[in-house]
């Protein structure tokens, strides 16, 4: 079964992400912020992170950016999930080391679809 | 030409003729040799000649007298044997009586016998012989055969010198002719009288003769050598003789020659130190005008008597040069020379020149120079007498230098002065002029009335004297701008005396005099007291406008909570939604008039409202997939009209970003090259399966020149889908029709009406002319009232707004086309009647 990791800190985005994940065949590691998404990533080294942005304590760019120091994770892919949607959100990401970007509110009917396309 | 050189020609035309002589005496010996030569071989062969014939002559007379005697009678030795070929005569043979034995020898015999002793005697040969030879030895050689054929031609001698055996020999030949008593013998042979029977010849050595004649070529030859050497050597020892003298002479020319050449020689060196002197001279007065002319001020002087003596260029430049020499009485006149008020004319006494003559050091003297012609300057001059060094007068002079440009200036500042104090004085900004002490110089009078002073007189009075509660800080801002500094504030309180604050926004500059020397400082302010109320008042509503927006979004947030026990609760929910949205647009009045506000207050609007959305649409998603377990279909229906709502909600929050996007001027124009026939097909097939649901026949009327053009492609279709999607929306039966054509701008055509001439001229260029593409999308729908037309393009308008509760929108849709058509460069009008549909008209520029 392959793992996907979820930073995510809002409970029920968590919720909703997992539900389809899990009933798509896929196990969910769940982390509540970055910190513990850090040391998640780097211990169950899973097939793919979502990432949310606005995180407590450090946000997403910050963790991206984190994870890809680390060059044993370095071939993660990591998609960030966010509902910033203003002019160059989806270039800040990107730049800080995610490997795609899914606009909230995701859509349950193609969500599957656009994440495995990073798998 | 030099000396030497006509001495070397004299030398080399002497051994030129010695040399020429020695080449005549060479050819004269030389001829007199060969002369020598031929002479002596002529004589040579004449006396061979002599020689040979008589030797013929007597071998014919010898012949003939054996002839004559028919022989004579030898005795036989073994030298002399009898005749072979005459033994058919009889008695060839006889006996003496005494017993010797006698034969006969013919003359031919005789003869050959003589000849053999002969050629032993004399080493000559003699030879008859004939062509037709009794004798095979007899036989003619070479020679003497082409002698004999000569003979029978009728030649009767030949004679030449020949070659024989490698000597040389003179040859004869003559005939030999047949006589009486030949007859004897050669009868036999068919001769008669008279006929040539053969030929003698006689063959003589040539070196014999010569000897015989004394004389040798290679004597000769030695003494003709002798002789041109003693010749050849006269002329090579006179040679030597007058060359020796030639050379003397020259040498004596030479000499002469040579003390010429040191005497002109001196005098070019003189005449070159003379030259040079005069040129360094010339010079050094040349460089002494240069520097005069340089100078700026002008110079000029005369001499004791009053003469003018020098000027230089600049001088020339304030006032001309005089053609000859001006009494001093009259310069002033002649010059144009003025006093300082520039109306009376200077005397005598009064010009600066004669001043100095007069032994006065005169000191800066200021005067005007007014020509008739040129413009007037004005003039200060200093100047002395010039002194030799015993003192004595020599004349005087007087440098003039021009500050008409300053005076000038000077006057200028004193007008702008006035100017700017009028400026000041009647400004209605408050503006304080102050002088080096913070003294007003000026005031405007909303100056006065902002800081109440009312009909106060400060002018001359000390800023701090007036204000006497300005604190220190203002002292120091007021000194460092003294110091040159320009400072300022946007708002900055001022506690006045009676306890208020005032707010006031000001900006200090120092000002300058014409030397670039600080004269003060000017005060610009502006009391904001009210502005900054009014501000105060704006913030504290944005504030509130703020906390209503979270509210909502934490009343979202509770009730997203609820969304899983109860399917009617999110019904209920999306209802609040929808007023959310009619309440967003009452806030989009109020912040109306805070632009930046607004946009920022939007992001973040569209993104907290994103993040309840999520588990709205996601979780409607997931129910309505059936992932959670099967529904009815009332319950189907119902969460499908939630997510529809939902979904609605969500286009409206793009729409709001768009909106603020291309306000806040975020919103990227891409310009490439498409087609507009495909953005009008893929519009149309987006709306193909609502048209088809409600029954409306879609179609389109595309020109044929409509084709590819220069602008934003995505942005494009997103004008004509949300054009089309509006029409298909609000359209129950009937037609929805897109047209497209291209046409000519008519503000151009306009424009070069206005223009005449010049745009006569420019229409000639169709670079001029813009084209562009209309595009029209017009309905059978409800139509527009003419009175909502105006707001049609307004954000959050959708007419009617109990109409607009039946058709989905969000209100956006046409102000988002208005705007990117805006941007796009081109211009969007509606055109419709209430009831019976509209029509949608929009160009581009094609590129």
Redesign the interface.
């Known amino acids: 079964m392959k793992k996907i990791l979820v930073i995510e800190d809002?409970e029920?985005?968590l919720y909703?992400v997992t539900?389809?994940l899990e009933?798509n065949g896929y196990e969910v590691i769940p982390a509540r912020d970055g910190r513990e998404g850090i040391d998640l990533a780097s211990k169950v080294r899973p097939a793919l992170i979502l990432l949310d942005i606005?995180l407590p304590v450090m946000d997403g760019y910050a963790v991206a950016r984190e994870l890809r120091k680390n060059p044993a994770l370095d071939d993660i892919p990591i998609v960030a999930v966010t509902?910033?949607?203003?002019?160059g959100d989806r270039e800040r990401a990107l730049e800080a080391g995610c490997t795609g970007y899914i606009?909230?509110?995701?859509?349950?009917?193609t969500f599957i679809r656009d994440i495995e396309q990073y798998l | 030409m030099s000396n030497a050189d006509r001495t070397k020609m004299g030398l080399s035309n002497i051994k030129g003729y010695a040399l020429l002589l020695v080449v005549a005496w060479s050819v004269i010996v030389f001829a007199l040799l060969l002369w020598n030569a031929i002479q002596t071989r002529e004589e040579t062969r004449k006396y061979a000649h002599i020689y040979t014939n008589s030797a013929f002559e007597k071998d014919i007379l010898y012949r003939r007298w054996a002839t004559m005697h028919g022989g004579v009678y030898v005795p036989v030795t073994n030298k002399t044997p009898p005749n072979p070929y005459l033994s058919d005569i009889p008695e060839r043979d006889i006996r003496t009586p005494s017993g010797r034995q006698l034969t006969l020898m013919n003359p031919a015999y005789m003869i050959r016998q003589v000849y053999e002793f002969e050629r032993e005697v004399s080493g000559a040969r003699s030879h008859l012989t004939s062509l037709k030879t009794i004798k095979p030895e007899n036989a003619p050689d070479e020679w003497e055969k082409k002698a004999l054929v000569a003979f029978e031609q009728g030649v009767t001698e030949i004679s030449s010198i020949e070659n024989i055996e490698g000597r040389e020999y003179f040859r004869l030949m003559r005939p030999f002719i047949t006589e009486e008593g030949c007859l004897k013998c050669h009868a036999g042979q068919g001769y008669k009288v008279n006929d040539i029977r053969g030929g003698i010849s006689v063959s003589l050595p040539l070196a014999s003769i010569r000897e015989l004649a004394g004389t040798s070529q290679s004597r000769n030859i030695s003494i003709y050598l002798l002789l041109w050497l003693v010749g050849t050597g006269g002329i090579v020892f006179g040679y030597y003789r007058v060359s020796k003298s030639e050379f003397k002479r020259n040498q004596a020319e030479k000499e002469i020659e040579s003390a010429n050449l040191d005497l002109e020689k001196k005098v070019q060196d003189r005449t070159a130190q003379l030259s040079q002197v005069n040129e360094t001279l010339r010079k050094e007065r040349q460089f002494l005008a240069a520097v005069f002319d340089s100078i700026e001020e002008g110079i000029v002087s005369c001499d004791a008597n009053g003469v003018l003596a020098r000027f230089n260029r600049a001088t020339r430049v304030f006032h001309g040069l005089p053609e000859e020499p001006i009494p001093s009485d009259q310069w002033a006149q002649h010059y144009d020379l003025f006093l300082p008020d520039g109306k009376t004319p200077m005397k005598k006494e009064d010009v600066p020149l004669f001043r100095a003559l007069q032994g006065e050091k005169v000191r800066n003297a200021e005067m005007m120079i007014i020509p008739k012609q040129d413009p007037a300057r004005t003039l200060v001059a200093s100047g002395q007498t010039l002194k030799d060094p015993e003192g004595k007068i020599i004349g005087a002079v007087v440098a003039m230098h021009d500050i008409t440009e300053r005076k000038r200036a000077e006057e200028a500042m004193k007008r702008n002065e006035r100017v700017l104090r009028l400026f000041v004085e009647h400004s209605p900004a408050a503006i304080a002029m102050f002088d080096r002490d913070m003294k007003y110089i000026v005031a405007s009078r909303r100056f006065l009335m902002d800081y109440d002073l009312g009909d106060r007189n400060i002018i001359g009075r000390s800023h701090y004297e007036v204000f006497p509660e300005i604190p220190e800080r203002w002292r120091e801002i007021h000194r460092r701008c003294l110091a040159g500094a320009v400072e300022k504030s946007e708002e900055d309180p001022f506690p006045r005396a009676d306890g208020r604050t005032d707010w006031v926004r000001w900006e200090i500059h120092p000002w300058y005099k014409t030397q670039g020397e600080i004269g003060g400082i000017i005060l610009f302010s502006e009391v904001i007291t009210e502005r900054k109320q009014a501000e105060e008042e704006l913030r504290k509503h944005r504030d509130h406008l703020e906390g209503l927006v979270n509210e909502r979004t934490a009343t979202l947030t509770a009730k997203t909570n609820e969304l899983n026990e109860n399917q009617l609760a999110l019904m209920s929910l999306v209802e609040e939604l929808n007023d959310t949205t009619a309440e967003l647009a009452v806030a989009r009045d109020r912040a109306e008039g805070a632009d930046k506000l607004k946009s920022a207050f939007l992001a973040t609007m569209s993104h907290e409202l994103r993040t309840p959305l999520n588990s709205i649409i996601g979780f409607t998603g997931i129910v309505l997939q059936g992932m959670s377990g099967p529904l009815n279909d009332e319950q189907a229906k119902q969460l499908g009209m939630a997510k529809d709502s939902a979904n609605h909600l969500l286009a409206l929050i793009n729409d709001v970003l768009d909106i603020s996007k291309i306000e806040a001027g975020q919103v990227e124009i891409i310009r490439r090259p498409f087609d507009m026939r495909s953005v009008i097909e893929t519009a149309l097939r987006t709306v193909l399966p609502l048209a088809a649901k409600k029954g409306l026949s879609l179609d389109s009327a595309i020109a044929s020149d409509v084709g590819v053009i220069i602008s934003d492609r995505r942005r494009v279709e997103q004008i004509l889908i949300n054009l089309v999607g509006n029409a298909v929306k609000f359209t129950e039966q009937g037609f929805v029709r897109v047209a497209a054509r291209l046409v000519r701008s008519k503000e151009f055509g306009a424009r070069s009406d206005e223009f005449g001439v010049v745009s006569a001229l420019s229409t000639q260029s169709s670079a001029l002319h813009r084209d562009l593409v209309e595009i029209s999308v017009a309905d059978t729908g409800i139509g527009i009232k003419p009175e909502d037309l105006d707001k049609l393009f307004k954000p959050f308008s959708q007419v009617d707004t109990g109409l607009a509760r039946n058709h989905e929108g969000t209100g956006l849709g046409l102000s988002i086309c208005g705007k990117l058509v805006e941007m796009l460069g081109g211009t969007i009008r509606v055109e419709s009647e209430w009831g019976k549909g509209s029509k949608f008209t929009f160009t581009l520029p094609l590129s």
């Open positions: 809002n029920q985005n909703l539900f389809i009933k606005q509902s910033y949607a203003m002019t606009e909230k509110p995701i859509n349950p009917e």
